[in-house]
């Protein structure tokens, strides 16, 4: 299974990105996908994950500006940023798993977003 992400960039604070999460390979193991992002000098955070049947969970921090999406036909998952801060300024990863318990088997390489003030 291989994951390229794409759709970083730089944005000023408020504004819009869009990432999206292209799965190609094997992918019958593939039921749940997952956005992370690490900010430098900190861990990797789980920022939103959601199922093939489409339930969704976020951290606190990007509940309601956020938003994961997967499209199973396409093999493909996407997170609309919306309200954009400069807190967000990370590079993000996505991930593909069995179970929305269990996002995070396969990664890709991450895409850098950075938002200024």
């Known amino acids: 299974v291989q994951l390229q992400a794409s759709g970083g960039g730089s944005v000023q604070a408020g504004g819009s990105l869009r990432l999206s999460c292209k799965v190609s390979?094997?992918?019958?193991?593939?039921?749940?996908m997952g956005w992370h992002r690490q900010a430098p000098g900190k861990q990797r955070e789980l920022v939103a994950r959601?199922?093939?049947?489409?339930?969704?969970t976020y951290a606190d921090s990007v509940r309601n500006r956020f938003t994961i999406a997967m499209d199973n036909a396409k093999n493909m998952a996407f997170l609309q940023m919306n309200s954009l801060k400069p807190e967000d300024t990370a590079v993000y990863y996505c991930?593909?798993?069995?179970?929305?318990?269990?996002?995070?088997?396969?990664w890709g390489k991450g895409t850098l977003v950075t938002v200024s003030s």
């Open positions: 991930s593909a798993g069995p179970s929305i318990r269990l996002p995070s088997m396969y």
């Open positions: 390979g094997s992918r019958s193991s593939i039921a749940a």
């Open positions: 959601i199922s093939s049947r489409g339930d969704a």
